[in-house]
């Protein structure tokens, strides 16, 4: 419990700090939102549908559905497993109502990308030794087919706490689909706009059974001993990844094709500036692992500028970090010194490089910050980011054909929820505003809680907004506004995960694996069967 609690309030600060940071300083409060005026009125909305207009637009998805067939003995070429990280159901409910709303639409009848694939299911993410669930065991169950205990990357679930030595030995290491793919000489490649380090992408390359040894110095923080015995943090293990070698451009290939993400300071050392913050510093003890990666015939690039050099048609292995830490929000993107490139940009330049490979290729891409938005209590940093995962989607789906199977799926959930009964087309990050029941029309005014205060659809059941005294007046509040913080119940530094199933979606090759409700370690056995791993 301890190192628990050690390590939600190191998240919770590291969340309010990138917040701080990404808000130009202007941390709201729990209990005092930023007093800012209303937004401008909106333009006029589009109509609300004839009966006509909503039953042929049902009608078309049934009719759809009628002409599935699935393709049992299809074998897929290529898998690429998006994930949102903390993308629960009410995220994508609302996200779907954001996005249609930038868009001019009332929102509630938009799709995203990944919602018009054909085939579903439901992902039960409890964890081998947890009710409601972490990254690091969700994601091992996704790319090991086994449930793991908290903190675990990919170590068996009998595997317990900071034990370094159970870790190390041969049979308590889980083997991923990554290693798997990378073993039958396909290539395989990770992006994520967290830290490459991070627990997502880690679980795919790494084995550890604590996810914050990201560096060696997270590593002998943790564990003095397993530091002393050589067990080597996640950074290392990404560039040290050596199975049966893969040809690129001529020249062995023993690890990744593609790591594109964030966590800069995990590879440089201490002594090195950052590139982009020049009063900042790697954090290794050890030695420059970029240098590594380029020792072995990889490139390595830290802004967009030398992203875009990148040609994917004759690069060689790439490693991208384009932060010390966390890469920026979308919202907070275009703000960013050094310039980064957009999750679907990472996308688009990992699939082209991966299709390279003479075997098919494994891509992961992790929307990283959905997470950290919630944590935060900020859905409109979580919703937006859902948003560019969505359109990174669809991009990837554009980029490939039906020898590809594309799955989207989140590890786990959020306490997010959105309720009230907000009038159609009502703004998603805005106050409940309610219909009139004599009319049936929107009323003029924000509707009243018992305690005469308006009301937002977006809130959260607990987290660092949450109400402690007598409640925020949202009279006048601009609740659309970045830096807006949504209410909640109980108080915590950070707001937690929520346990409830999330879904698995599915388009290509063996997609209609996934029906019914499936334990979330069935993703596994999904994807290495359609990449023909076993029968
Ligand atoms: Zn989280």
Not at 511 to 535: D, I
Request: glycine content about 10%.
């Amino acid at each position: 419990m301890h190192s628990m609690y050690k390590r939600s309030v190191r998240r919770a600060l590291a969340f309010g700090l990138c917040l701080f940071l990404t808000t130009g300083g202007t941390l709201p409060l729990a209990a005092q939102p930023p007093q800012q005026p209303p937004q401008p009125p909106q333009p006029p909305r589009p109509p609300i549908e004839t009966k006509e207009v909503f039953m042929a637009r049902a009608r078309a998805q049934v009719e759809a559905n009628t002409k599935l067939r699935p393709k049992h003995r299809r074998k897929a070429r290529n898998v690429i497993l998006f994930v949102g990280d903390g993308m629960g159901v009410s995220t994508i409910t609302a996200a779907r109502i954001l996005e249609g709303q930038q868009r001019g639409l009332l929102g509630e009848e938009n799709s995203l990308s990944f919602e018009k694939f054909p085939y579903l299911a439901h992902s039960k993410t409890y964890q081998a030794n947890q009710q409601v669930p972490d990254s690091a065991p969700t994601m091992t169950s996704i790319v090991t087919g086994s449930k793991a205990n908290d903190g675990s990357l990919s170590v068996a679930p009998n595997v317990l706490g900071n034990d370094f030595a159970a870790a190390a030995l041969p049979e308590n290491r889980l083997r991923t689909i990554l290693e798997e793919a990378e073993s039958r000489g396909l290539w395989t490649g990770v992006v994520s706009t967290a830290t490459i380090t991070h627990a997502t992408p880690g679980a795919c390359y790494a084995h550890t059974p604590n996810r914050e040894t990201e560096s060696d110095a997270d590593l002998a923080k943790a564990s003095p001993e397993a530091a002393k015995a050589g067990y080597p943090d996640i950074a290392r293990q990404l560039v040290e990844f050596k199975l049966r070698p893969t040809k690129m451009n001529g020249k062995n290939s023993p690890g990744l094709e593609v790591a594109l993400g964030g966590g800069r300071a995990k590879f440089l050392p201490a002594a090195t500036p950052d590139p982009e913050y020049p009063d900042r510093t790697g954090d290794r003890k050890d030695r420059d692992l970029t240098a590594v990666w380029t020792q072995n015939g990889g490139v390595y690039i830290h802004d967009k500028a030398g992203f875009d050099t990148i040609d994917p048609a004759t690069t060689g292995p790439v490693l991208g970090l384009f932060e010390p830490s966390y890469m920026q929000y979308e919202i907070d993107r275009p703000k960013d010194k050094a310039g980064e490139p957009s999750l679907t940009e990472m996308t688009e330049k990992a699939i082209r490089i991966l299709q390279r490979g003479p075997k098919g290729f494994f891509l992961m891409v992790e929307g990283g910050r959905v997470d950290h938005g919630h944590h935060a209590g900020n859905a409109i940093r979580a919703l937006t980011d859902a948003i560019a995962l969505s359109r990174a989607v669809e991009r990837a789906a554009s980029l490939t054909g039906d020898d590809t199977l594309i799955i989207v799926t989140a590890d786990h959930s959020h306490t997010f929820f959105m309720s009230g009964y907000p009038t159609r087309g009502n703004p998603i990050l805005g106050l409940v505003v309610g219909n009139n029941p004599d009319t049936g029309l929107p009323e003029t005014a924000p509707a009243k809680a018992k305690d005469g205060k308006p009301y937002t659809t977006l809130g959260y059941a607990n987290g660092p907004g949450a109400v402690t005294e007598a409640r925020a007046d949202l009279t006048g509040v601009d609740t659309t506004a970045p830096s807006y913080r949504q209410q909640a119940l109980v108080p915590l530094n950070s707001e937690t995960h929520g346990g409830e199933d999330v879904v698995i979606y599915a388009r290509g090759p063996q997609a209609h694996l996934f029906q019914g409700t499936l334990e979330e370690n069935a993703t596994f056995f999904v994807m290495s069967r359609a990449l023909g791993f076993w029968k």
